[in-house]
T-cell receptor
Framework: GQQLNQSPQSMFIQEGEDVSMNCTSS?????WLWYKQDPGEGPVLLIA?????ELTSNGRLTAQFGITRKDSFLNISASIPSDVGIYFC????????????FGKGTTLSVSS | GAVVSQHPSWVICKSGTSVKIECRSL??????MFWYRQFPKQSLMLMAT?????????EQGVEKDKFLINHASLTLSTLTVTSAHPEDSSFYIC??????????????FGPGTRLTVL
Protein backbone atom coordinates (compact mmCIF):
# COMPACT_ATOMS: atom_id res chain seq x y z
CA GLY A 1 0.00 0.00 0.00
CA GLN A 2 0.89 3.64 -0.02
CA GLN A 3 3.59 4.65 2.40
CA LEU A 4 4.97 7.88 3.70
CA ASN A 5 8.53 8.03 4.96
CA GLN A 6 9.07 10.87 7.39
CA SER A 7 12.47 11.83 8.69
CA PRO A 8 14.10 12.37 11.00
CA GLN A 9 12.24 10.38 13.62
CA SER A 10 13.40 12.75 16.34
CA MET A 11 15.45 15.89 16.75
CA PHE A 12 17.12 17.52 19.72
CA ILE A 13 18.06 21.13 19.08
CA GLN A 14 18.97 24.32 20.88
CA GLU A 15 16.61 27.25 21.04
CA GLY A 16 17.22 29.56 18.09
CA GLU A 17 18.31 26.84 15.70
CA ASP A 18 16.57 26.13 12.43
CA VAL A 19 14.90 22.76 11.86
CA SER A 20 14.11 20.82 8.74
CA MET A 21 12.08 17.65 8.32
CA ASN A 22 10.76 15.93 5.25
CA CYS A 23 8.45 13.31 3.89
CA THR A 24 8.65 11.17 0.80
CA SER A 25 5.99 8.97 -0.67
CA SER A 26 5.89 6.02 -3.00
CA UNK A 27 2.93 7.58 -4.80
CA UNK A 28 2.16 10.93 -6.33
CA UNK A 29 0.14 13.13 -3.99
CA UNK A 30 -2.07 16.07 -4.89
CA UNK A 31 -2.21 17.42 -1.34
CA TRP A 32 0.36 17.67 1.41
CA LEU A 33 -0.52 18.77 4.92
CA TRP A 34 1.69 19.37 7.92
CA TYR A 35 0.32 19.00 11.45
CA LYS A 36 1.71 19.49 14.95
CA GLN A 37 0.50 17.41 17.86
CA ASP A 38 1.04 18.23 21.51
CA PRO A 39 0.76 15.47 24.15
CA GLY A 40 -2.83 14.45 24.80
CA GLU A 41 -4.25 16.64 22.08
CA GLY A 42 -5.33 16.28 18.49
CA PRO A 43 -3.15 17.34 15.56
CA VAL A 44 -3.31 21.00 14.62
CA LEU A 45 -2.98 21.98 10.99
CA LEU A 46 0.11 24.08 10.32
CA ILE A 47 0.36 24.35 6.56
CA ALA A 48 -1.61 22.97 3.62
CA UNK A 49 -0.09 22.57 0.16
CA UNK A 50 -2.11 21.92 -2.98
CA UNK A 51 0.19 22.48 -5.96
CA UNK A 52 3.47 20.94 -7.02
CA UNK A 53 6.28 23.41 -6.33
CA GLU A 54 4.14 25.46 -3.95
CA LEU A 55 6.07 27.14 -1.16
CA THR A 56 3.98 28.37 1.75
CA SER A 57 4.89 30.10 4.99
CA ASN A 58 3.09 30.39 8.29
CA GLY A 59 5.11 32.61 10.59
CA ARG A 60 8.41 30.88 11.25
CA LEU A 61 7.24 27.77 9.41
CA THR A 62 7.81 27.17 5.72
CA ALA A 63 6.73 24.12 3.77
CA GLN A 64 7.08 23.11 0.16
CA PHE A 65 5.25 20.69 -2.10
CA GLY A 66 7.94 18.88 -4.06
CA ILE A 67 7.99 19.29 -7.80
CA THR A 68 7.88 15.53 -8.29
CA ARG A 69 4.68 15.45 -6.15
CA LYS A 70 6.27 12.70 -4.07
CA ASP A 71 7.86 14.75 -1.32
CA SER A 72 7.44 17.71 0.97
CA PHE A 73 9.54 19.44 3.58
CA LEU A 74 8.83 21.60 6.59
CA ASN A 75 11.30 24.13 7.94
CA ILE A 76 11.09 25.88 11.28
CA SER A 77 13.30 28.90 11.72
CA ALA A 78 14.62 30.28 14.99
CA SER A 79 13.06 27.55 17.10
CA ILE A 80 11.56 28.35 20.49
CA PRO A 81 10.62 26.06 23.39
CA SER A 82 6.94 25.98 22.42
CA ASP A 83 7.88 24.36 19.11
CA VAL A 84 8.30 21.13 21.08
CA GLY A 85 5.92 18.44 19.89
CA ILE A 86 5.37 15.83 17.24
CA TYR A 87 5.13 16.97 13.65
CA PHE A 88 3.27 14.84 11.14
CA CYS A 89 3.18 15.09 7.41
CA UNK A 90 0.08 13.80 5.67
CA UNK A 91 -0.78 13.37 2.05
CA UNK A 92 -3.65 12.49 -0.14
CA UNK A 93 -3.60 11.00 -3.61
CA UNK A 94 -7.22 11.31 -4.61
CA UNK A 95 -10.14 13.64 -4.56
CA UNK A 96 -11.57 15.74 -1.79
CA UNK A 97 -13.04 13.86 1.15
CA UNK A 98 -10.69 10.90 0.99
CA UNK A 99 -8.52 9.80 3.88
CA UNK A 100 -5.05 11.15 4.54
CA UNK A 101 -1.97 9.00 4.71
CA PHE A 102 0.21 9.96 7.66
CA GLY A 103 3.92 9.86 8.21
CA LYS A 104 5.20 8.39 11.46
CA GLY A 105 6.03 11.76 12.89
CA THR A 106 9.08 13.75 13.90
CA THR A 107 9.48 14.42 17.61
CA LEU A 108 11.08 17.77 18.21
CA SER A 109 12.79 18.68 21.46
CA VAL A 110 14.08 22.19 22.03
CA SER A 111 16.41 23.08 24.87
CA SER A 112 16.70 26.64 26.06
CA GLY B 1 -9.31 27.76 10.95
CA ALA B 2 -12.20 25.37 11.23
CA VAL B 3 -13.02 23.98 14.67
CA VAL B 4 -13.76 20.38 15.48
CA SER B 5 -14.81 19.31 18.96
CA GLN B 6 -14.89 15.93 20.62
CA HIS B 7 -16.76 14.80 23.67
CA PRO B 8 -15.83 13.48 26.10
CA SER B 9 -12.18 14.39 26.27
CA TRP B 10 -11.52 11.39 28.48
CA VAL B 11 -13.54 8.47 29.73
CA ILE B 12 -12.93 5.55 32.05
CA CYS B 13 -15.27 2.60 31.82
CA LYS B 14 -15.61 -0.96 33.02
CA SER B 15 -14.89 -3.87 30.75
CA GLY B 16 -17.99 -4.96 28.87
CA THR B 17 -19.68 -1.58 28.76
CA SER B 18 -20.18 0.60 25.70
CA VAL B 19 -18.81 4.08 25.23
CA LYS B 20 -19.98 6.74 22.79
CA ILE B 21 -17.67 9.46 21.51
CA GLU B 22 -19.03 12.48 19.68
CA CYS B 23 -17.28 14.49 17.00
CA ARG B 24 -18.70 17.82 15.91
CA SER B 25 -17.65 20.33 13.28
CA LEU B 26 -18.54 23.63 14.90
CA UNK B 27 -18.30 26.18 12.14
CA UNK B 28 -18.51 24.20 8.94
CA UNK B 29 -20.41 21.33 7.46
CA UNK B 30 -18.45 18.13 7.05
CA UNK B 31 -19.71 15.68 4.49
CA UNK B 32 -16.94 13.34 5.50
CA MET B 33 -15.49 12.62 8.91
CA PHE B 34 -12.72 10.23 9.81
CA TRP B 35 -11.98 8.28 12.96
CA TYR B 36 -8.43 7.50 14.00
CA ARG B 37 -6.84 5.59 16.79
CA GLN B 38 -3.44 6.47 18.18
CA PHE B 39 -1.22 4.44 20.46
CA PRO B 40 1.48 6.11 22.56
CA LYS B 41 4.36 7.49 20.51
CA GLN B 42 2.84 6.25 17.27
CA SER B 43 1.20 7.83 14.29
CA LEU B 44 -2.52 8.02 13.65
CA MET B 45 -4.16 4.86 12.41
CA LEU B 46 -7.26 5.35 10.29
CA MET B 47 -10.16 3.26 11.54
CA ALA B 48 -13.01 4.34 9.30
CA THR B 49 -14.35 6.96 6.95
CA UNK B 50 -17.78 8.29 7.79
CA UNK B 51 -20.02 9.93 5.21
CA UNK B 52 -23.19 11.73 6.20
CA UNK B 53 -26.26 9.65 5.55
CA UNK B 54 -24.45 6.50 4.53
CA UNK B 55 -22.65 3.57 6.08
CA UNK B 56 -19.11 4.06 7.24
CA UNK B 57 -16.21 2.50 5.37
CA UNK B 58 -13.96 0.57 7.71
CA GLU B 59 -10.27 -0.07 7.24
CA GLN B 60 -9.02 -3.60 7.06
CA GLY B 61 -8.78 -5.19 10.47
CA VAL B 62 -11.25 -2.81 12.16
CA GLU B 63 -14.34 -4.60 13.45
CA LYS B 64 -17.41 -2.71 12.30
CA ASP B 65 -19.63 -4.43 14.86
CA LYS B 66 -17.36 -3.34 17.66
CA PHE B 67 -16.75 0.21 16.52
CA LEU B 68 -20.14 1.55 15.48
CA ILE B 69 -20.09 4.79 13.53
CA ASN B 70 -23.09 7.00 12.89
CA HIS B 71 -22.87 10.17 10.82
CA ALA B 72 -26.40 11.48 11.22
CA SER B 73 -25.83 15.08 10.21
CA LEU B 74 -23.31 17.26 8.45
CA THR B 75 -21.88 18.39 11.77
CA LEU B 76 -21.98 15.26 13.93
CA SER B 77 -20.42 11.83 13.80
CA THR B 78 -20.37 9.38 16.68
CA LEU B 79 -18.14 6.42 17.44
CA THR B 80 -19.47 3.82 19.83
CA VAL B 81 -17.05 1.28 21.24
CA THR B 82 -19.25 -1.67 22.12
CA SER B 83 -18.41 -4.19 24.82
CA ALA B 84 -15.16 -2.42 25.52
CA HIS B 85 -12.15 -4.37 26.73
CA PRO B 86 -8.82 -3.19 28.12
CA GLU B 87 -7.17 -3.62 24.72
CA ASP B 88 -9.55 -0.97 23.37
CA SER B 89 -7.91 1.60 25.64
CA SER B 90 -6.42 4.20 23.37
CA PHE B 91 -6.56 7.78 22.15
CA TYR B 92 -9.36 8.22 19.63
CA ILE B 93 -9.27 11.23 17.32
CA CYS B 94 -11.76 12.35 14.73
CA UNK B 95 -11.24 14.67 11.81
CA UNK B 96 -13.66 16.48 9.58
CA UNK B 97 -13.15 17.22 5.93
CA UNK B 98 -14.10 20.58 4.50
CA UNK B 99 -14.91 18.65 1.35
CA UNK B 100 -14.28 21.56 -0.97
CA UNK B 101 -14.09 20.72 -4.64
CA UNK B 102 -10.83 20.14 -6.38
CA UNK B 103 -7.66 19.66 -4.41
CA UNK B 104 -8.20 22.24 -1.68
CA UNK B 105 -9.89 19.92 0.77
CA UNK B 106 -8.47 20.15 4.26
CA UNK B 107 -8.97 17.97 7.30
CA UNK B 108 -9.26 19.45 10.77
CA PHE B 109 -8.85 17.32 13.83
CA GLY B 110 -10.68 17.18 17.10
CA PRO B 111 -8.78 17.30 20.40
CA GLY B 112 -9.08 13.56 20.92
CA THR B 113 -10.71 11.29 23.50
CA ARG B 114 -8.66 9.23 25.91
CA LEU B 115 -10.46 5.94 26.58
CA THR B 116 -9.38 3.76 29.47
CA VAL B 117 -11.11 0.44 29.94
CA LEU B 118 -10.63 -1.18 33.33
Amino acid sequence: GQQLNQSPQSMFIQEGEDVSMNCTSSSIFNTWLWYKQDPGEGPVLLIALYKAGELTSNGRLTAQFGITRKDSFLNISASIPSDVGIYFCAGRTNQAGTALIFGKGTTLSVSS
Amino acid sequence: GAVVSQHPSWVICKSGTSVKIECRSLDFQATTMFWYRQFPKQSLMLMATSNEGSKATYEQGVEKDKFLINHASLTLSTLTVTSAHPEDSSFYICSASTGTSGATDTQYFGPGTRLTVL
